[in-house]
């Protein structure tokens, strides 16, 4: 089975290239975020108590992140694979997501990084804001607080992962094609 971490700042295209890859390589599409933005929209208890950390670009906590993932897991019995989107963003989150999948027999295959110039990564999201209707996107301050987030907290989860040498980098500037071709191959290499 094919479990793969896309990981990337906010703004790298981590979303644009799981679509491509789901369709590709017939794999599950976890993305704590659009999952949350569907709890929110359905207003549910979950949406509610997320809404305030997303509107300040701030972590949901980590417990809520992980329950919510491991019914999405157990709900997707027939899944070939995962690629995970937008989760692990905590060392915690990692190590809950090993234990998970350990329950399954089933382990990460590798880690694929995307990598954007931080002037890049703003352009993007505000561009994104535009059209997206997220209120996240639309704000520089909200959008500098999420990259500051990232730094601290999410980078260490890159580390996690290259200590069990499953860790690749990406140039994530480029066209949309040409950057899925990369991941392709390092995925084809597992
Ligand atoms: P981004 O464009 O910042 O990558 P996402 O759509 O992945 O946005 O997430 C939007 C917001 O949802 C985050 O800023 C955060 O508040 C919350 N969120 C998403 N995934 C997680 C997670 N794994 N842990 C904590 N909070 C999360």
């Known amino acids: 089975m094919l479990?793969?971490?896309?990981f990337g700042p906010p703004?790298?295209?981590?979303?644009?290239?799981?679509?491509?890859?789901?369709?590709?390589?017939?794999?599950?599409h976890?993305?704590?975020?659009?999952?949350f933005r569907k709890h929110l929209g359905e207003g549910t208890d979950l949406g509610k108590l997320a809404q305030k950390f997303m509107?300040?670009?701030?972590?949901?906590?980590?417990e809520v992140v992980i329950g919510m993932v491991d019914e999405k897991i157990k709900d997707s019995k027939e899944a070939r694979g995962f690629i995970f989107d937008g989760f692990p963003r905590t060392v915690a989150q990692a190590k809950a997501l090993d234990e998970l999948l350990e329950m399954k027999e089933l382990v990460i295959s590798g880690m694929i990084s995307l990598e954007v110039p931080e002037e890049e990564l703003k352009n993007r999201i505000k561009e994104r804001g535009k059209t997206s209707g997220r209120s996240d996107d639309q704000d520089e301050s909200k959008i500098n607080t999420r990259i500051k987030v990232y730094l601290e907290e999410t980078l260490p989860v890159a580390s996690y992962y290259e200590?069990?040498?499953?860790?690749?980098?990406?140039?994530?500037?480029g066209s949309i094609d040409e950057i899925f071709t990369s991941i392709c191959e390092v995925i084809d290499s597992y």
């Open 3 to 6: 479990n793969i971490v896309l």
């Open 11 to 28: 703004g790298a295209g981590k979303g644009t290239q799981s679509e491509k890859l789901i369709e590709k390589y017939k794999i599950d």
């Open 30 to 35: 976890i993305s704590t975020g659009d999952l």
């Open 55 to 62: 509107d300040e670009g701030r972590l949901v906590p980590d």
């Open 163 to 173: 200590s069990q040498g499953k860790l690749t980098k990406i140039q994530g500037v």
